[in-house]
Nanobody, 119 residues
Framework: QVQLVESGGGLVQDGGSLRLSCVASGRTFGTNSIGWFRQAPGKERERVAVVTWSGTGRLYADSVKGRFTISRDNAKNTVYLQMNSLKPEDTAVYYC????????????WGQGTQVTVSS
């Protein structure tokens, strides 16, 4: 099995920054991809960013391009999501997920971390 634990969420003002972390453990063998997703109340889950095992392949939702950066440190089994210029519409529970293909599917999920951006 694979376990994913997110951290780094919190309350921040409009225009502020946060860095989320996702630590993977267990049977994370192979060249996996890890994605960050978010879900706001009453809305569908949205894919925010994905990074390949090597770190060279990345994609972002249009809504976060230029503001968010995904990166990973495989020695630490950790993926980061640096979020700058946060907006109230970024408020959501953020989840990381692990899969074996860049485009998914995503069989393993963390428990989520709340990000709240106040106006």
């Amino acid at each position: 099995q694979v376990q994913l634990v997110e951290s780094g969420g919190g309350l921040v003002q409009d225009g502020g920054s946060l860095r989320l972390s996702c630590v993977a453990s267990g049977r994370t063998f192979g060249t996996n991809s890890i994605g960050w997703f978010r879900q706001a109340p009453g809305k569908e889950r949205e894919r925010v960013a994905v990074v390949t095992w090597s770190g060279t392949g990345r994609l972002y939702a249009d809504s976060v391009k230029g503001r968010f950066t995904i990166s990973r440190d495989n020695a630490k089994n950790t993926v980061y999501l640096q979020m700058n210029s946060l907006k109230p519409e970024d408020t959501a529970v953020y989840y990381c997920a692990l899969g074996w293909r860049f485009e998914g599917p995503w069989p393993y999920w963390g428990q989520g971390t709340q990000v709240t951006v106040s106006s």
